[in-house]
Nanobody
Framework: QVQLVESGGGLVQAGGSLRLSCAASGRTFSYYAMGWFRQAPGKEREVVARITRSGGITYYADSVKGRFTISRDNTKNTLYLQMSRLKPEDTAVYYC??????????????????WGQGTQVTVSS
């Protein structure tokens, strides 16, 4: 098992930046492909970005491509999401999640075994 704890959320003006972190504990972090998801009020949880176990391959939702960067440091057991040029529509609770089965991370919520508690990101216009 792995335990995940997100941090770094907050209130930011449109055009600003935030860096989210996801600290992992328990089983070896590098065993897991990882993803960042978000859920806005009244909407379904959606994938934002994904990264392979080694960190060598990343994937992004079209809505964040060119603005967000996912990365991981397996020596520090930490996943990151650097968010730039934030927009009000990026407002949501952001979650990190771990997939213990797939080398290449799935875009589907149901394929992830472990989830953090979420961190709120609010972008004001």
């Amino acid at each position: 098992q792995v335990q995940l704890v997100e941090s770094g959320g907050g209130l930011v003006q449109a055009g600003g930046s935030l860096r989210l972190s996801c600290a992992a504990s328990g089983r070896t972090f590098s065993y897991y492909a990882m993803g960042w998801f978000r859920q806005a009020p009244g909407k379904e949880r959606e994938v934002v970005a994904r990264i392979t176990r080694s960190g060598g391959i990343t994937y992004y939702a079209d809505s964040v491509k060119g603005r967000f960067t996912i990365s991981r440091d397996n020596t520090k057991n930490t996943l990151y999401l650097q968010m730039s040029r934030l927009k009000p529509e990026d407002t949501a609770v952001y979650y990190c999640a771990a997939d213990s089965i797939r080398t290449y991370p799935s875009p589907s919520v149901e394929d992830y075994d472990y989830w953090g508690q979420g961190t709120q990101v609010t972008v004001s216009s």
